[in-house]
């Protein structure tokens, strides 16, 4: 068996790699219907599982979340018995990782935004509303808390812990299709169109690449957390098909074309451009180092 982030061995429990999938679809579908039926006495979710209103929004990216979160780490800790640096969470350089990855994440998102508006895609109809509302930005404050929440445990559940169990079971390569499978599958809507499923895959390909060429999840993390958070406020755009209903941020766009070029309903995550820069980065991050080279024998 080989480690893709650290050489430390497991002392319990490892499960056989075509189970790690089936695993990973229950720990994020059973703490999201425990979290459903809690919030449903509130009002804080429509029928459909989707949050009403900013509360609404805040709980949908906490609560299901954190217990993921929490049971995977259990599951790591408990059963399996490995060391929280095997799954990518190692201490060294943690929080100057995912600051750095933060940073770029905003970086990223406004890069492909703007290439969307220089092509036609979007149209500019006001700029920085939200600094003439004190609440507004209070809000966007408390959405950068709730992203890093949400957008770290879906790092560590998915280029954490099932990367590095299907990693040690089978290969890097096998690891990295089928846990961005399992990732474009929980991310999958009826009538969703094709290209959106395609980005969100190769969204997952390009968070295994850079896992992979750092040697631990931290700056993915960051990344990670900076994208939702600037594409949610910035632009009055939505991320991933939620709309916050803020002002924006930095410009207030509206879709000018067609879905492909402009995301649609899914946001600029659905556009050509953004399949394009995951694309690229991603075979950048893999000509940069051999990501099927794994660092140790356990």
Same mark, same amino acid.
């Given at each position: 068996m080989r480690a893709i982030y650290s050489p430390e061995p497991a002392r319990g429990w490892l499960p056989w790699g075509v189970l790690v999938p089936f695993l990973g679809l229950a720990f994020v579908i059973a703490p999201a219907i425990g979290a459903s039926w809690a919030l449903e006495p509130f009002h804080l979710l429509d029928a459909r599982g989707d949050p009403i209103g900013f509360d609404g929004l805040l709980a949908f990216l906490l609560l299901p979340f954190a217990a993921t979160g929490a049971v995977v780490l259990a599951w790591v800790l408990l059963v399996e018995r490995r060391a929280l640096a095997t799954i990518g969470l190692g201490r060294a350089g943690a929080a100057a990782g995912f600051v750095r990855g933060l940073i770029i994440g905003m970086a990223t998102i406004f890069g492909v935004v703007a290439a969307i508006w220089i092509a036609g895609g979007y149209d500019a109809i006001a700029y920085a509303k939200a600094f003439e509302s004190p609440d507004a930005l209070k809000s966007m404050g408390l959405l950068l808390l709730a992203f890093v929440v949400q957008a770290s445990v879906e790092e560590i559940v998915f280029r954490g812990w099932m990367l590095s169990a299907i990693a040690r079971k089978f290969n890097v390569i096998v690891a990295i299709v089928l846990t961005s499978a399992v990732?474009?599958?929980?991310?999958?809507?009826?009538?969703?169109? %094709?290209?959106?499923?395609?980005?969100?895959?190769?969204?997952?390909?390009?968070?295994?690449?850079?896992?992979?060429?750092?040697?631990?999840? %931290?700056?993915?993390?960051? %990344?990670?957390?900076?994208?939702? %958070?600037?594409?949610?406020? &910035?632009?009055?755009?939505?991320?991933?098909?939620?709309?916050?209903?803020?002002?924006?941020?930095?410009?207030?766009?509206?879709?000018?074309?067609?879905?492909?070029?402009? &995301?649609?309903?899914?946001?600029p995550e659905g556009s050509m451009f953004c399949g394009i820069f995951f694309l690229a980065a991603t075979i950048g991050l893999f000509a940069s180092r051999d990501v099927g080279r794994v660092p140790a024998e356990v």
């Open positions: 990732f474009a599958l929980l991310h999958y809507a009826p009538g969703q169109l %094709w290209f959106v499923t395609l980005n969100v895959f190769l969204f997952a390909v390009f968070a295994c690449a850079w896992a992979l060429r750092a040697g631990n999840i %931290w700056g993915v993390m960051g %990344w990670h957390a900076g994208w939702n %958070w600037l594409l949610s406020i &910035g632009f009055e755009l939505p991320v991933t098909g939620i709309d916050v209903k803020l002002p924006a941020l930095l410009v207030a766009l509206t879709p000018h074309g067609p879905a492909h070029l402009t &995301g649609g309903a899914q946001g």
